[in-house]
């Protein structure tokens, strides 16, 4: 088993910035890619970024240049680094953690951003 904390969550004005922290524990020695998914109000989750070097998020182009993700692997810690928020960007994020075929999920953190 694996479980996940995320923290770094809050209220920012458009422009501004965020980073989102996750960190594991369990088994972490099994764990493989790991990301970052977000949940809007009546949308499905989605992911935003992840640490699998040939995968593409979905939702790409909308943060590219601005989200950043970074796994620490010495502190079992992954990281987003959200810059030049915008108010769609507000959502529930959730931190992942791929073993094998099994996914885990962080309890999720709330992201808010004003215009």
């Known amino acids: 088993q694996v479980q996940l904390v995320e923290s770094g969550g809050g209220a920012v004005q458009a422009g501004g910035s965020l980073r989102l922290t996750c960190v594991s524990s369990?088994?972490?020695?099994?764990?493989?890619?790991m990301g970052w998914h977000r949940q809007a109000p009546g949308k499905e989750r989605e992911l935003v970024a992840t640490?699998?070097?040939?995968?593409?998020?979905p939702d790409a182009d909308s943060v590219k240049g601005r989200f950043t993700i970074a796994r620490d692997t010495v502190k079992h810690t992954v990281y987003l680094y959200m810059d030049r928020m915008k108010p769609e960007d507000t959502a529930v994020y959730y931190c992942?953690?791929?073993?094998?075929?099994?996914?885990?999920w962080g309890q999720g953190t709330q992201v808010t951003v004003s215009s």
């Open positions: 992942n953690a791929k073993v094998g075929s099994k996914n885990f």
């Open positions: 369990g088994s972490r020695s099994s764990i493989g890619d």
């Open positions: 640490t699998r070097r040939d995968a593409i998020p």
